[in-house]
T-cell receptor
Framework: RKEVEQDPGPFNVPEGATVAFNCTYS??????FFWYRQDCRKEPKLLMS???SGNEDGRFTAQLNRASQYISLLIRDSKLSDSATYLC????????????FGQGTELSVKP | DAGVTQSPTHLIKTRGQQVTLRCSPK?????VSWYQQALGQGPQFIFQ???????QRGNFPDRFSGHQFPNYSSELNVNALLLGDSALYLC?????????????FGNGTRLTVT
């Protein structure tokens, strides 16, 4: 079983749609959680950290469920510019803080 | 303030050859990590350097080795290249080993092995 697993993509949605990405992780000692965004042929960039209480940044909402070892990302009112691959990332101090990436979920927002 | 810089941006090598990739961390960062990203996959952790020593290593063979210099820059060396080594190699820097410090990625080196 992979340490971090994401919904297989791609997701094709119209502009204005709400889309949700799901991610599960296997290491119960994982302590920090992130969503990264990666544009085609570019480097990953931090989108947002994920906190136990859930957090929101504009149209983006991240949720963490430690009991179920589950992370989600919700994008409201999708824009064309949201088209990218979204990477779920976890890390834990007992792994020296190295990032463990999911395989990514590709999002394509159409006009 | 320069971010993470990697060189070269693209590289084509033949099976069996050796390659060296280079990385300069973001100003003020002291920790460098290397990741391999195959097409359609998420980045996979190779190793991490701090204070010129390898501190963590992922599931990569000994053909993959690295180095960190006193100025915090780093090299990734791959010997006896295989076709399967073709990937985007990403360098990421951060501040302070083991802390919840955001990683900053470079643009990557795209390696093609023929």
């Amino acid at each position: 079983r992979k340490e971090v697993e994401q919904d297989p993509g791609p997701f094709n949605v119209p502009e204005g749609a709400t889309v949700a990405f799901n991610c599960t992780y296997s290491n119960s000692a994982s302590q920090s959680f992130f969503w990264y965004r990666q544009d085609c042929r570019k480097e990953p960039k931090l989108l947002m950290s994920v906190y136990s209480s859930g957090n929101e940044d504009g149209r983006f909402t991240a949720q963490l469920n430690r009991a179920s070892q589950y992370i989600s990302l919700l994008i409201r009112d999708s824009k064309l510019s949201d088209s990218a691959t979204y990477l779920c990332v976890v890390t834990s101090y007992n792994q020296g803080g190295k990032l463990i990436f999911g395989q990514g979920t590709e999002l394509s927002v159409k006009p | 303030d320069a971010g993470v810089t990697q060189s070269p941006t693209h590289l084509i090598k033949t099976r069996g050859q050796q390659v060296t990739l280079r990385c300069s961390p973001k100003s003020g960062h002291d920790t460098v990590s290397w990741y391999q990203q195959a097409l359609g996959q998420g980045p996979q952790f190779i190793f991490q350097y701090y204070e010129e020593e390898e501190r963590q290593r992922g599931n990569f063979p000994d053909r993959f080795s690295g180095h960190q210099f006193p100025n915090y820059s780093s090299e990734l060396n791959v010997n006896a290249l295989l076709l399967g080594d073709s990937a985007l190699y990403l360098c990421a820097s951060s501040l302070a080993l083991g802390r919840n410090s955001p990683l900053h990625f470079g643009n990557g080196t795209r390696l093609t092995v023929t």
